[in-house]
T-cell receptor, first 112, second 112 residues
Framework: SQTIHQWPATLVQPVGSPLSLECTVEGTSNPNLYWYRQAAGRGLQLLFY??????ISSEVPQNLSASRPQDRQFILSSKKLLLSDSGFYLC???????????FGSGTRLTVV | GQSLEQPSEVTAVEGAIVQINCTYQTSGFYGLSWYQQHDGGAPTFLSY????GLEETGRFSSFLSRSDSYGYLLLQELQMKDSASYFCAVRSYSGNTGKLIFGQGTTLQVKP
């Protein structure tokens, strides 16, 4: 079966520190991969998506970057976190035959 | 650009029927999806409409009118566990990939 793993579940980081969030997918190959961010009580904002290894499209210019070093691995990074980077980060994937996206359990990031 | 409008909050009683509306503006429209998100959890896929009409899945139904850029999610026989946020999302194509753009969400509160 297809599963998605995302970690850590919660993270508290000081302003100016680096960030690395990892997401891995199992049970499928060549998925489309997505990073979303959700502010408290708000909708999901698409940050990055990838259709293949090394292929990254950015939706919102910001303090974050993404990489896809392997087919089923998607990484969200920052060199220096800002207070405004706080939020709920969700990784998702979609295969060609799916109508819906499958989301990971998310990482709640608080920048202090 | 792309935008979706849905009510911020809806309240209903257990056993009742509730309809959550969604209007959208987008280019390259391919379909309208609905997701459910319980507090603190990840969104889960409920339904997808690519063509006009009603799709029924158990107690949930979803409707789409492409000419009106409008859709709704209908929840019947409401249960307490249906208390959650519901997001409509537009699937649009840009380049060689599909993207899912979410609305701000509707918080449904089911009362006994």
């Amino acid at each position: 079966s297809q599963t998605i793993h995302q970690w850590p579940a919660t993270l508290v980081q000081p302003v100016g520190s680096p960030l690395s969030l990892e997401c891995t997918v199992e049970g499928t190959s060549n998925p489309n991969l997505y990073w979303y961010r959700q502010a408290a009580g708000r909708g999901l904002q698409l940050l990055f998506y990838s259709v293949g290894i090394g292929q990254i499209s950015s939706e919102v210019p910001q303090n974050l970057s993404a990489s896809r070093p392997q087919d089923r691995q998607f990484i969200l990074s920052s060199k220096k976190l800002l207070l405004s980077d706080s939020g709920f980060y969700l990784c998702a994937f979609k295969t060609g035959v799916d109508y819906g996206y499958t989301f990971g359990s998310g990482t709640r990031l608080t920048v202090v | 650009g792309q935008s979706l409008e849905q009510p911020s909050e809806v309240t209903a009683v257990e056993g009742a029927i509730v309809q959550i509306n969604c209007t959208y503006q987008t280019s390259g429209f391919y379909g309208l999806s609905w997701y459910q998100q319980h507090d603190g959890g990840a969104p889960t896929f409920l339904s997808y409409n690519a063509l006009d009409g009603l799709e029924e899945t158990g107690r949930f139904s979803s409707f789409l009118s492409r000419s009106d850029s409008y859709g709704y999610l209908l929840l019947q026989e409401l249960q307490m566990k249906d208390s959650a946020s519901y997001f409509c999302a537009v699937r649009s194509y840009s380049g060689n990939t599909g993207k899912l753009i979410f609305g701000q969400g509707t918080t449904l509160q089911v009362k006994p």
